[in-house]
């Protein structure tokens, strides 16, 4: 088998609009040193693929910054590698509007490729997962696109798509927008689909003038096409809202979760070169996740802590995600907040939200 | 025009580092790791980017193995280069007379013809065992300035250590008139940190003439600087005044850890007008534990901490297991100090288990030494490893060492 890897950088960019204003979906910090993107391109490398392709739409800066030449996922290579495939425009001076057309967009991309299948993926999980097994499902099956599902708790959102199957695992039938509250058998976003395929229902459901992927392509063709879905039982975490990014960020305080996801050490990111970590004489830690470059001089308990972050002596930061490059002035209390990178807090602030709604400091503001 | 560059270093890191004892039984002592996510060679190679040197070559012999994979293509040094890089080399058969490199000049000399590859103006010899942040560009320009054909870098040592280094005695305007190796009196307290720059054909010339002398012992120190300086060469000394340390050995290398520790530390590797440059661990951020304890303390990317950490130095992946206390010691990646376990006052080197309950090392303020568990050791549950014990082999539970 051998397949090519497609990422969906913006799709999902809505879903968590605090975060993704000023930056793709993809490069939505995570986890104490990490991008959305990075868990979809390190388990692509990790599942044998060499040649990635990266679909963007808007507000790709810091994406591309910060995958550079790819080598920091092994993708700097002279055949394949990672190619960005920013969008065209149209004749009418927009951008792509659907998935379609942004997958009308990189078909000179995906004919001039010779793998026999092509993943794609969006960048609203978080999950470690090997496509090989998919493609062995995908070929076992005979089907013409395979779905990755996962079942898990839905908390009231319509972002997600649920999937109804026989009980051969075919798909039967497909519900889209419709508000969903509970435990459901949903569609995470990643597909495996034969290449040539791919290519012939992209330039059909053109000539048909259809909008949808999944509305046209898929749903409306579930009794001629062979679709199955492939349900993942491992670690899958949906960001779907800020309430939604908070609470799996903080599921990686829990050890069988970072286990799952980071225990085989091969969740590649952009390597930036920071001191380790430091922590003074006062430092008082408590279930917490630091990532390189810290100096703590404080409290830190149940939090996250990215690059770069400094907090001073005599702060106490509770329940908190702090991102690169924040400095925590000192005797500041923090309690469920969420700061984005660059974020000043002044001496002696005391800031509390909570934990169904984190209290947000948007990037670089000064408190 | 023929493409040149204007200087070019060489790295002498074929070092045995006998004075690390078990540390370096399996690597070059430039492979040695070094403040939590650092190797020693990180800083001369980061030195010489910072520097606007980009062609440095590395000179290897004692086992080169892991060194070379470090180094690889040099790309975390932004040293992977069309023209120029970082080069390892090995010392190679010729058509006569094939050796291994005999001494620094002579593992130089046998590598004369990659120097001349790049025509350079002048060479930068450095060695693999400081850690040190220094700008080399400032000592190429005081080289030029002077006219010199040598420049040696030179720090000011305390009296009563003055005696272990090479001593250079200067005049006025830096010049030196008098080189001494090791004087049992020295007569200046300025010591040569084993930096030189060279105007090349002057190397070259006193290179081909020491490789005919069946006398020399082939060394910079005690052959060629003595030589040049008798046949009146420009020979001047570059004060440095930054910090310095030559980590060859197990007390100055724990010290050398030490000083990046405190608010503001003796040495600060997170400058970042003067990045340290090295290969990263790929690991997930830290985490530290409820109940566990860190301070003043330096903590690599990986590590997962339930115990007590007091004062140390941690490289990624170390696990510190609840009720297992860590002080004043030095531990490289993917160590496990399991449950109940007591470290102090040592250097535990890379995927050691300190077993539960076991106790290395004693307190710092009555410990007769440092205490070196080597390599991929395993000591045994409730086993007591004494104070100032090298160990580079397992020790049984229940067992002293």
């Known amino acids: 088998m051998s397949a090519v890897g497609v990422v969906f950088s913006n799709i999902h960019d809505e879903n968590v609009p605090e975060l993704s204003r000023q930056r793709t979906m993809g490069s939505l910090p995570y986890g104490g040193r990490y991008r959305l993107i990075d868990f979809a391109l390190s388990n692509l490398v990790n599942s044998g693929v060499t040649t990635v392709g990266i679909i963007t739409k808007n507000n790709y800066q810091s994406l591309m910054d910060h995958l550079g030449s790819g080598k920091d996922w092994d993708l700097a290579r002279k055949t394949g590698g990672l190619v960005l495939l920013p969008p065209f425009g149209n004749e009418n001076g927009g951008l792509y509007k659907n998935r379609l057309e942004a997958l009308k967009g990189i078909t000179g991309f995906l004919s001039r490729r010779n793998e026999d299948y092509v993943i794609l993926c969006d960048c609203d999980g978080v999950y470690r997962m090997d496509f090989t097994d998919i493609i062995d499902y995908h070929e076992g099956k005979q089907a013409d696109i395979t779905i990755v599902c996962h079942t898990e708790d839905i908390a009231n959102s319509d972002f997600y798509t649920i999937v109804d199957t026989d009980e051969a695992n ?198 | 025009m023929q493409r040149k560059k204007e200087c070019v270093a060489m790295l002498l890191a074929g070092g045995q580092g006998s004075r690390l004892y078990a540390l370096t039984n399996n690597i070059a002592k430039p492979a040695v790791p070094f403040g939590a996510k650092y190797r020693i060679i990180d800083f001369p190679l980061s030195n010489c980017i910072n520097s606007g040197i980009d062609t440095v070559g590395v000179l290897t012999q004692y086992q080169p193995l892991l060194l070379n994979e470090y180094i690889g293509n040099g790309q975390p040094w932004d040293l992977d280069r069309a023209f120029g890089g970082v080069h390892v080399l090995s010392p190679y058969q010729k058509k006569s007379k094939s050796a291994w490199y005999e001494g620094t000049a002579n593992a130089i000399y046998q590598n004369i013809n990659f120097i001349k590859m790049y025509n350079p103006e002048y060479v930068l010899i450095l060695s693999g065992d400081h850690i040190y942040k220094m700008d080399y560009s400032k000592m190429l320009r005081a080289h030029i300035d002077a006219e010199a054909d040598c420049t040696i870098a030179a720090i000011e040592v305390p009296l009563k250590e003055a005696s272990r280094f090479g001593i250079l005695n200067t005049n006025a305007d830096g010049s030196i008139y008098e080189f001494e190796e090791k004087p049992k009196q020295p007569k200046s307290t300025l010591a040569s940190m084993g930096v030189y720059i060279f105007t090349a054909e002057k190397m070259y010339k006193y290179l081909e003439e020491d490789d005919d002398d069946p006398e020399s012992s082939k060394d910079f120190g005690k052959n060629i600087l003595p030589k040049m300086l008798a046949a009146g060469e420009r020979m001047f000394a570059y004060q440095f005044d930054g910090y310095w340390k030559d980590v060859g050995t197990i007390s100055s290398l724990w010290e050398a850890n030490m000083d990046l520790l405190g608010e503001t530390p003796v040495f600060d590797v997170a400058d970042p007008a003067w990045k340290i440059h090295s290969r990263n661990p790929l690991a997930p951020p830290e985490y530290i534990g409820a109940g566990a304890s860190v301070q003043n303390s330096m903590v690599a990317l990986g590590c997962e901490i339930y115990g007590e950490v007091k004062n140390s130095v941690l490289s990624s992946n170390v696990v510190i297991e609840k009720g297992a206390a860590v002080k004043d010691s030095v531990i490289m990646s993917g160590t496990t100090v399991k449950a109940g376990a007591a470290v102090n006052y040592s250097i535990i080197d890379e995927d050691v288990v300190v077993g539960e309950d076991a106790l290395v090392g004693a307190d710092k303020d009555m410990a007769k030494g440092i205490t070196v568990l080597g390599r991929n050791v395993t000591i045994g549950k409730g086993a007591k490893v004494s104070d100032g014990a090298i160990v580079d082999k397992n020790i049984q539970p229940g067992e002293e060492a």
Do not use: W
């Not at chain 1, 908190?320 to 400095?327: A, E, F, H, L, N």
């Open chain 1, 170 to 367: 075919r798909v039967t039938g497909l519900k889209i927008n419709e508000r969903v509250v509970g435990r459901s058998h949903y569609y995470s976003n990643i597909m495996v689909i034969g290449r040539s395929f791919l290519l012939n229902i992209i330039n059909d459901a053109i000539a048909r003038g259809y909008n949808s992927f999944r509305e046209d392509v898929i749903m409306k063709n579930l009794k001629s096409l062979k679709v199955y879905a492939y349900d993942f039982n491992g670690y899958y975490a949906t960001i779907d809202s800020f309430g939604s990014y908070y609470k799996h960020n903080m599921e990686l305080l829990d050890k069988s979760v970072r286990d799952e996801l980071f225990g085989a050490r091969d969740i590649y990111t952009k390597v930036r070169d920071s001191a380790p970590s430091k922590y003074g004489d006062g430092a008082v830690l408590n279930n917490a996740l630091v990532s390189d470059g810290c100096i703590v001089e404080g409290t830190v308990e149940n939090s996250i802590l990215f690059r770069g972050v400094k907090v001073g002596k005599g702060s106490v930061i509770k329940n908190s995600i702090i991102m690169q490059d924040t400095v925590i002035g000192e005797n500041v209390s923090l309690n469920c907040v969420v700061t984005d990178k660059n974020v000043v807090i002044r001496d002696r602030r005391n800031l509390s939200g909570c934990e169904v709604q984190p209290y947000f400091l948007p990037k670089g503001s000064m408190v």
